[in-house]
């Protein structure tokens, strides 16, 4: 048998077993040996049933009687007396009418199962059983669980696990075996034997690191391997202009933070070195990375090239184009628009002037890499939020020129340190962790839904002394989930009671792009008091009369992306408060209290990646499938370990191809966080 055959080939598996596993993304062999348990039971310790107690228990007894009966339609009862030699006892199946058969009178068997009061006495529920002759799967030892589907069942995959035993003590190792013997893990051979079939506790912890640490080990190489091939790029080389840096600092209305100078300096000096830049700038909600960028686009536009500035939305789009515009024409550089919205004739014509070079600073969307947009001299590529965009659309917009252009990734989002050395190792990271001068914190609070009317009454003073507030909710209809408050249920609710005497607007992500447009339009130009949205104002809206936010649903988000949305308050030099109000009055999560107690995005960011795990914060479409099993990305004396290992690892210039397995993910990796 091999590793790639199809999940047939084993005994026991037919074509109908063999579409359920398919179900759970197991097709082939190998597949089914790195499908892993979602956790252990442990029926190791076999009492005596004169001394068992409630809970989780294996018993060694011999059958003296099995009963079946039909207790009412679609409900079947099977019945056993069993007994030890100290006690007896009974056993209870529901709808499992095989045991009867299965159960010969005076046979000894493992039973494994739930001990527990029921109809006031007490017996064994359910319990798995096998003979005690032969090697038993499901009972008398650590018990493995695997994840489910309806019409497969962990005991099951155990059995179809236990056909490929003899396979998992043949495999070939996947590491370097000098590796093995420095870190002190297990083969590959005992890593999946203990973790199918665990025997003691302390073998299984050994096995999970054992795959933990391989599992991070292919990302951290596939990220120093993009690194080291990053380096060998030519880039466009921009000496240090030391004159416009000042012309560029002196001229802006505000003096920049020391985050800022620092993060410019950084990009400076990745302009001069020749090789092109591949820098992240994470910045805190409100921390200033638009003008850090503008100042790397006036450096290059003083070299002669050109930047593309990419955003996710056209409403950020238009706004960074109009801040790029407000702190760059001063100097003489030109900023040009280009979104899919733009009208026919207009976009032509940006497009001639992108191409001619008659545009220094051009801002868009996914237009600006459309095959018939051509750049007359790219020396820069700005990417606001980059995790948003896949890595063909960076790949495109990369090929432009003849050079490969610095690339400045930004992100609002910031990123726990774990995960900058695994799924960002490649990029050099810059942070900005400051706020602007006169930037209050935002106040936090969690509201039950019960005192609602006093987050209103506070909204509508801070409106009655010329600010405004907004109203968020989770989605964007009524729908299966009365729970949930919908934006235009909340928006028409409002407006015929709590505001009617408010100016109120509607904004979600259904809305034509020109109607979004021009509802934001109206709220930033002061002409609406709340703006009734969903989480479309997420990312980059800037609105700094808005002091108030309360978002409906609260429990429903993430924290990353509630942080994100308080954001969009307290952009001015005005005490603002952001309310949470969750969706129902039970206990309050953690989430939301940690939200309640910080500010730092840097400290949630951490926070969220310990409750939720990496896939779920940056999702699995942005990066692909992670497939980390046992790895936890929060285990930083892992991490550290493993960097370690990488670096040793692409320094002796490995042939992987020796270690097919890892190669293999290596390469996966690669090509899923690789830039360019």
């Known amino acids: 048998m091999t590793l790639k055959e199809p999940i047939t080939s084993i005994k026991g598996v037919g074509d109908a077993l063999a579409e359920k596993l398919r179900g759970l993304g197991v097709e082939t062999v190998e597949d089914l040996l790195y499908f892993f348990p979602r956790k252990y039971e442990d029926f190791s310790q076999v009492a005596p049933i004169a001394k068992l107690r409630p809970g989780k228990v294996t018993i060694k007894a011999r059958v003296e009687s099995v009963t079946g009966r039909h207790i009412r339609r679609g409900l079947h009862v099977t019945e056993a007396v069993i007994s030890d030699g100290t006690a007896k006892t009974r056993a209870v199946w529901f709808n499992q009418s095989y045991r009867a058969t299965q159960l010969g009178k005076g046979e000894e068997f493992f039973f494994s199962g739930t001990y527990d009061l029921q109809r006031n006495r007490y017996v064994l529920q359910n319990p798995a059983t096998e003979q005690t002759k032969g090697m038993g799967v499901s009972t008398a030892r650590i018990v493995p669980v695997y994840p489910e589907r309806a019409g497969l069942k962990s005991h099951q995959i155990r059995k179809i696990m236990a056909e490929l035993l003899p396979l998992m003590a043949m495999l070939p190792e996947t590491l370097p075996r000098e590796l093995l013997e420095q870190e002190k893990l297990l083969n590959i051979n005992d890593a999946l034997r203990t973790l199918h079939f665990p025997e003691k506790g302390d073998e299984l912890a050994k096995a999970k690191e054992r795959i933990s640490f391989e599992e991070i080990l292919a990302l951290m190489t596939a990220s120093a391997l993009n690194k080291q091939d990053q380096a060998k790029l030519e880039g466009w080389s921009i000496p240090f202009d030391a004159k416009a840096a000042k012309q560029f600092t002196t001229g802006l209305p505000f003096s920049m933070t020391n985050a800022q100078r620092m993060a410019a300096w950084e990009i400076i000096q990745d302009f001069s070195s020749g090789q092109p830049m591949n820098r992240l700038l994470q910045g805190d909600v409100g921390a200033g990375k638009t003008v850090v960028a503008a100042m790397a686009a006036y450096m290059a536009a003083k070299a002669g090239l050109q930047t593309a500035f990419m955003a996710p939305t056209e409403i950020l789009a238009t706004q960074h184009a109009t801040t790029l515009a407000s702190l760059l024409d001063p100097f003489g550089i030109t900023v040009g628009l280009l979104v899919g919205s733009t009208k026919p004739k207009a976009k032509q014509a940006v497009k001639l002037h992108i191409s001619t070079g008659d545009v220094d600073v051009a801002v868009g969307t996914h237009a600006l890499i459309q095959k018939d947009n051509a750049f007359h001299k790219l020396g820069l590529v700005v990417i606001d939020e980059q995790h948003r965009f896949g890595v063909a659309q960076r790949t495109e917009l990369l090929k432009s020129g003849s050079k490969m252009p610095h690339l400045l990734s930004m ?266």
Request: glycine share 6%; net charge positive.
């Open 411 to 676: 992100t609002a989002t910031p990123i726990p340190r774990s995960l900058q050395l695994t799924l960002y190792g490649e990029l050099d990271v810059s942070i900005l962790n400051e706020l602007p001068k006169g930037r209050q914190p935002i106040v936090t609070k969690v509201v039950s839904p019960l005192a609602r009317h006093t987050v209103y009454d506070h909204i509508d003073k801070h409106i009655t002394a010329g600010r405004q507030a907004y109203v968020v909710c989770p989605v964007v209809a009524d729908g299966a989930n009365a729970e949930l408050k919908s934006v235009e249920a909340e928006y028409d609710r409002l407006m015929k009671s709590v505001f009617k005497h408010r100016r109120l607007g509607l904004l979600h992500g259904q809305l034509k792009a020109d109607e979004k447009e021009q509802m934001m339009r109206l709220f930033k130009d002061g002409k609406l008091d709340v703006l009734i949205c969903t989480t479309v104002i997420e990312v980059g809206v800037d609105v700094p009369n808005a002091t108030v936010m309360l978002i409906e649903g609260a429990d429903r988000f993430g924290l990353a992306q509630l942080h994100q949305l308080r954001g969009r308050v307290g952009r001015g030099s005005e005490q603002s408060y952001c309310y949470l109000i969750p969706t129902t009055a039970q206990a309050v999560s953690q989430r939301l209290r940690e939200l309640e107690q910080s500010t730092d995005g840097f400290y949630l960011a951490e926070v969220d990646l310990t409750l939720r795990g990496p896939g779920e914060i940056y999702g699995k479409r942005q990066h692909g499938d992670l497939d980390l099993s046992f790895a936890n990305l929060a285990d930083t004396v892992l991490l550290k370990r493993v960097k370690n290992a990488a670096d040793k690892l692409v320094a002796s210039t490995p042939n992987l191809l020796q270690y097919k397995r890892l190669y293999e993910h290596v390469d996966h990796y690669r090509r899923l966080t690789r830039l360019n």
